[in-house]
Nanobody
């Protein structure tokens, strides 16, 4: 079983950058795709980015494509989300999750293990 724990959130001005980390316990971390999601106040949780089990394939939501980069270090059981050119509309709680598949997936239902979330606030 994989249990993710997110960190790295905070307050940043528009145009700035943050790097989120997701440390996942469990020896099975390297066997699963990982994803990042976010949930803004009053809105549903939405997919942001995913990476396959070996880190050779990634996929992004259109809203973050070209600004965010997902990566993973299986030796450290950690997945990252580098966020550049942040906008106020990126303000949300960001969640890391482990998929039930090795290949990347954008379907929320394919993610079984979720972290507790980390708040990202972008001021204008």
């Amino acid at each position: 079983q994989v249990q993710p724990v997110e960190s790295g959130g905070g307050l940043v001005q528009a145009g700035g950058s943050l790097r989120l980390s997701c440390a996942a316990s469990g020896r099975a971390f390297s066997s699963y795709a990982m994803g990042w999601f976010r949930q803004a106040p009053g809105k549903e949780r939405v997919f942001i980015a995913a990476i396959n089990w070996v880190g050779t394939a990634t996929y992004y939501a259109d809203s973050v494509k070209g600004r965010f980069t997902i990566s993973r270090d299986n030796a450290q059981n950690t997945v990252y989300l580098q966020m550049n050119s942040l906008k106020p509309e990126d303000t949300a709680v960001y969640y890391c999750a482990a998929a039930t598949t090795r290949g990347l997936t954008v379907q929320t239902n394919d993610y079984q293990h979720w972290g507790q979330g980390t708040q990202v606030t972008v001021s204008s």
